[in-house]
Nanobody, 126 residues
Framework: QVQLVESGGGLVQPGGSLRLSCAASGFPLDYYAIGWFRQAPGKEREGVSCINSSDGSTYYADSVKGRFTISRDNAKKTVYLRMNSLKPEDTAVYYC???????????????????WGQGTQVTVSS
């Protein structure tokens, strides 16, 4: 049974940091791209970052570039999103998602993700 479980969200002051975790089970993480998405109240879901399975290359949305870092630990079956210099506009529910990826196939930023976690709330406020 495929499962993705996010954790690490919470309330943080502007300028603060959080590290989100996405724990995967039920599938071989090594062969899957992982994406982080977020959805703020009244807004559409947007892609934040993703990491490819083959070489660990990454993608970041312009809004988080230079502040967020995605990484993966296949041995622990976990993907992380380190978020620094947080802003109130980063407030959202953050989701991780997984999709099977093939060598020479679609980059993580262009994939349509099939498996999704339940999300973790991030609130940036003073």
């Amino acid at each position: 049974q495929v499962q993705l479980v996010e954790s690490g969200g919470g309330l943080v002051q502007p300028g603060g940091s959080l590290r989100l975790s996405c724990a995967a089970s039920g599938f071989p993480l090594d062969y899957y791209a992982i994406g982080w998405f977020r959805q703020a109240p009244g807004k559409e879901r947007e892609g934040v970052s993703c990491i490819n399975s083959s070489d660990g290359s990454t993608y970041y949305a312009d809004s988080v570039k230079g502040r967020f870092t995605i990484s993966r630990d296949n041995a622990k079956k976990t993907v992380y999103l380190r978020m620094n210099s947080l802003k109130p506009e980063d407030t959202a529910v953050y989701y991780c998602a997984a999709e099977r990826q093939y060598v020479g196939g679609t980059e993580c930023g262009q994939l349509r993700y099939y498996y999704w976690g339940q999300g973790t709330q991030v609130t940036v406020s003073s």
